[in-house]
């Protein structure tokens, strides 16, 4: 029951972050396409949407990296696998807001590169997070097999969907740091950026 009621709020946050997300990034994108139609010097300045970004994205991996901590010690009964997951989330969650508000003072576009080194630590650490679980879950799951039929068939979806989740995720957050440190005077960085928020939140 405690589980049960556990996941539940779990849940109901994340929904509500990414709502409020969601809501966030449409009006950045009236903001942009509509309030400032032809006026191309908007561009320049990011609106709060984007540096709330890396804030919401670094919650929400961290709720989705600690319930998988919690699954991997359930599947495993080991604590050690858990507690590197939680000892490379929290960091990794710190750095992403430590990324977001330093984003939120900056403010100007082209001052960006400014926090390249934190950027970059903060998705290396994201990527290096998501490819563990991804791993330990694959080896876990493959392990459990029984060779009966029915069971080792749904034990393969959710090692496809552990290596999907872990792949997209990790896909988004490369392309995130590549562009935001090849383009970083432009927006085009938050094509991968937006988007990782709702692959973590598909986990649960």
Known sequence: MIYSNFVRCMVAFLFALDTLHSAAVIYMAWYYLVTNYGQPSALAYGVWPYPFTPIGTACTALITHLFLSYRIWRLTNTKFLSGIIVAMAIPTFALGIVCGVKAWIIHVNADMPRISNIVTAW??????????????????????????????????????????????????????????????????????????????????
């Open 123 to 204: 998705l290396s650490m994201q990527v290096a997070t998501d490819v563990f679980i991804t791993a330990i879950l694959s080896i876990t799951l493959s392990r459990a097999k029984t060779g009966y039929g029915p069971m080792d068939t749904v034990l393969r979806r959710l090692i496809r969907g552990a290596i999907q989740t872990g792949l997209f995720a990790s896909i988004f957050s490369l392309g995130d740091l590549i562009s935001f440190l090849t383009l970083p005077n432009t927006n085009f960085y938050g094509m991968f950026a937006i988007p990782i928020g709702r692959i973590y939140t598909n986990v649960n």
